[in-house]
């Protein structure tokens, strides 16, 4: 397996983490906030299973690999981890793995780093988040992204390292988070900006000793002795909590003057509180000569120091793209500093969808002889008879998809076509009502956002999805199944509710509902922890079509009514990574039961890049054997229309 992670950079709320944390002494002190994100920069590994060692090649900065090779034996990992030193942070890591799970041993090939190391960018982290993933990949251990950080951050702590707890926040990747740190509670919120915002982050090529700023800065805890430690308490506790609430808000809006605004802000109450508790330290010259550094004001919003503060690192907010390269000249040209450039970029926007339509439609036959299921009529709330593929287009479309690709058998492109972008001939056109002449020009134009693509083999749902491939390009995409339909009895449509999921983490999703367990073994099925309770769901496994007895053994989800369980919805949003997962089972020839399969695809997904599952609040209503069909007619008429009068109440 491939693995990167990330560096992080804090954007605001520097030592608050740990100043948060002694709320377990004084409950007095403010909770502490930060903002932080991951960089454009990272380690990057190749990791595989080892039956009895821990080995870990590292790549040193002049490229040369030194290699450490230890037994995964909880003794010697743990003298490795105490004794400090670059691979102390691994084997910190892998101990705590060796107490916790069953697994062997681990071979990590660092294949490249280009994340500078001590410039506050927290690479010792980024080591400890890439250990931890890698054994939870290898021997899916079923962490969710917020384990694999608890575990690099009980790694860590192993070490002669006491990092603070935002370090290890480089596991969620380069989207912002907001952690919020009570005692030793942590919560994690992940945000989403509507538009990139470009950032510069500055090696300001001085010294720090940052083991004395926390010395300093940790006396002024739990209790203040004087007005200077009153200060440095006053600035981590509420008017810390003040200027991340202000730029939460911003983020969210992608305003990226008051971000900058916000940073000077900060900066200049961290120089007034904090300077005096360590003003050697801290009165940062070199810093503060690079923001204030003429030129340079007409190109950023903003800056501050990063990290432990000091003369060490700096962030500047740039005004667009443009005036990052130019500041990044800049800086380099007249201060000979050296500067990364990182881009906080906005969701990726879903505009695209695909519909699997080639099957036969083996348990409606005779009738799919005739007609294709997808053809097959079905009434909405309005009393309108329409193809069913129509009424699944209409719900991709109404959770604000761009382009629909329906994947079909190359015989039926033309039974597909003529509902979409043929209109009827003018004789029977005019004899039409007016109502539903304006119904045939919506068709034509649902039709100008439509591609039909063929499958000419049927071999099973994955190598549908994956004919898709080219067509949806490296970009995220909806996908519907074929033969269901969907009704919500709120505004935002079941597709909708799952895009929301989406654009606030960018990872994965699939709609989930509530099944009993006698009927779990017609769904795949999904367990996992909660990140919203009720809501969405941290997925830790997928099963296809489970027994019950093996849902009861390995699939309880809490909150869940007894003997219930979360199945699959029929609505999945995916990242373009499935396609290669796809094609690899493709091209070894890895079929379940005689097909390509879908389900091995998204647990390798979940692996790789996390998953989650959205519970949403509708309906779903199978076509695909007669007697769901003829309940489904009836049913999706009934729901339909009662929406819809509730809307037209409203």
């Not at 409950?27 to 039956?51: F, L, R, S, W």
């Not at 990226?256 to 916000?262: R, S």
Request: glycine share 8%; charged share 25%; aromatic share 8%.
């Amino acid at each position: 397996m491939n693995i990167f992670v990330p560096g992080r950079i804090c954007l605001f709320g520097e030592h608050s983490d740990w100043a948060g944390g002694y709320r377990r002494i004084n409950a007095e002190i403010e909770k502490g906030y930060t903002i932080i994100t991951g960089t454009n920069q990272g380690i990057y590994a190749d990791v595989k299973q080892h039956p009895s060692r821990f080995i870990y090649h590292a790549r040193a900065e002049d490229g040369q690999i030194q290699t450490y090779d230890l037994p995964m034996e909880s003794q010697a990992l743990l003298e490795a981890a105490e004794a400090g030193g670059y691979i102390s942070y691994a084997a910190g890591v892998a101990y705590q793995v060796l107490t916790n799970y069953r697994v062997r041993g681990i071979e990590i090939t660092n294949t490249l780093t280009d994340l500078p190391v001590k410039k506050g960018l927290s690479s010792s982290a980024a080591v400890c988040v890439m250990t931890a993933r890698a054994f939870n990949r290898v021997y899916d251990l079923k962490l969710t992204v917020r384990g694999e950080m608890e575990l690099a951050y009980l790694g860590e702590i192993t070490t002669p390292s006491r990092c603070g707890r935002m370090d290890q926040g480089c596991a969620y990747g380069n989207r912002p988070i907001l952690m919020i740190y009570d005692g030793d509670r942590l919560d994690v919120q992940e945000l989403s900006v509507p538009h990139d915002l470009y950032y510069i982050i500055v090696d300001l090529k001085a010294s720090k000793d940052t083991k004395e700023i926390l010395n300093r800065l940790n006396h002024c805890y739990p209790f203040p002795d004087d007005e200077i430690q009153s200060a440095v308490q006053e600035y981590l506790g509420p008017i810390n909590r003040d200027i991340v609430t202000q730029a939460v808000e911003a983020l969210r809006r992608a305003d990226a003057p008051a971000l900058g605004h916000l940073m000077t802000q900060a900066q200049k109450q961290f120089d007034q509180a904090m300077q005096p508790a360590c003003p050697n330290q801290l009165t940062a010259p070199v810093l503060h000569r690079l923001l204030e550094h003429e030129p340079l004001q007409k190109f950023i919003y903003g800056g501050k120091g990063v990290g432990s503060q000091g003369d060490g690192t700096a962030q500047l907010l740039a005004k667009d793209r443009q005036s990052q390269l130019a500041a990044i000249t800049c800086i380099e040209k007249d201060l000979g500093m050296q500067c990364l450039d990182l881009i906080i970029h906005s969701g990726r926007k879903v505009r695209k969808a695909v519909i699997p339509a080639a099957g036969f439609g083996t348990r409606l036959f005779p009738a799919t002889k005739a007609l294709k299921k997808e053809l097959f009529p079905v009434i909405d709330g309005q009393g309108r008879a329409k193809p069913v593929i129509l009424a699944i287009v209409e719900e991709a479309l109404s959770a604000g998809i761009e382009e629909v690709c329906i994947i079909v058998q190359s015989q039926d492109r033309d039974l597909f076509e003529e509902i979409f972008c043929t209109p009827p001939p003018i004789e029977n056109f005019n004899k039409l009502s007016r109502e539903n002449q304006q119904y045939c020009r919506y068709l034509m134009e649902v039709g100008n956002r439509i591609t039909f693509l063929s499958q000419d083999t049927q071999e099973g749902f994955g190598h549908a999805v994956y004919c898709a491939k080219e067509w949806v390009q490296n970009e995220p995409f909806l996908l519907l199944l074929g033969d269901h339909l969907y009704t919500s009895p709120t505004d935002a449509s079941c597709a909708r509710q799952m895009m929301s999921v989406y654009e606030a983490s960018g990872r994965s999703v699939v709609a989930v509902e509530e099944t009993p367990a006698d009927q779990v073994h017609h769904f795949g099925c999904v367990t996992g922890t909660w990140k919203i309770a009720n809501e969405t769901l941290n997925i830790t496994e997928f099963a296809e079509k489970p027994t019950a007895s093996y849902a009861r053994e390995q699939l309880q989800v809490d909150g869940l009514p007894a003997d219930t369980f979360l199945t699959v919805f029929g609505q999945y949003i995916l990242n373009p990574r499935i396609f290669a997962l796809l094609e690899e089972n493709i091209r070894n020839n890895m079929r379940e039961k005689g097909e390509f399969q879908l389900t091995t695809c998204l647990d390798r997904l979940r692996q790789e890049e996390g998953f989650q599952a959205c519970r949403v609040n509708g309906r779903r209503f199978d076509i695909g054997n007669p007697q769901a069909y003829q309940q489904s007619i009836q049913d999706f008429a009934i729901h339909d229309r009662d929406k819809s009068e509730a809307q037209r109440l409203q």
